[in-house]
Nanobody, 121 residues
Framework: QVQLVESGGGLVQAGGSLRLSCAAS????????MEWYHQAPGKQRELVAT???????NYADSVKDRFTISRDNAKNTVYLQMTNLKPEDTAVYYC???????????????WGQGTQVTVSS
């Protein structure tokens, strides 16, 4: 059984910063890509940032130069450092990870439960 647990959300004023964490636990053989999504009320879930197991990153245009995704492979953890936050960043933030639980089984995508980020103007 694999679990992803997010933390670090909260209420912050516009221009402030938050750091989200997402730790994977359980039977893990290897982790490929790790990602952060967000979902605002009444909207579809959107991709925010991706990091490969080699450390290559990609970002949505709306967060480039403000958000930084990183990972600690020894801790099976992915982070999202968010700076210069805007009210439109308000959403539930979800992490996912493409995880192999065995050398002999294909990987599958696991999701965290989400953490609320609220940015006040």
């Amino acid at each position: 059984q694999v679990q992803l647990v997010e933390s670090g959300g909260g209420l912050v004023q516009a221009g402030g910063s938050l750091r989200l964490s997402c730790a994977a636990s359980g039977i893990i053989f290897s982790i490929n890509n790790m990602e952060w999504y967000h979902q605002a009320p009444g909207k579809q879930r959107e991709l925010v940032a991706t990091i490969t197991n080699g450390g290559n990153t990609n970002y949505a245009d709306s967060v480039k130069d403000r958000f930084t995704i990183s990972r600690d492979n020894a801790k099976n953890t992915v982070y999202l450092q968010m700076t210069n936050l805007k009210p439109e960043d308000t959403a539930v933030y979800y992490c996912n990870a493409d995880i192999k639980t065995s050398r002999y089984r294909p990987s599958r995508l696991y999701w965290g439960q989400g953490t609320q980020v609220t940015v006040s103007s």
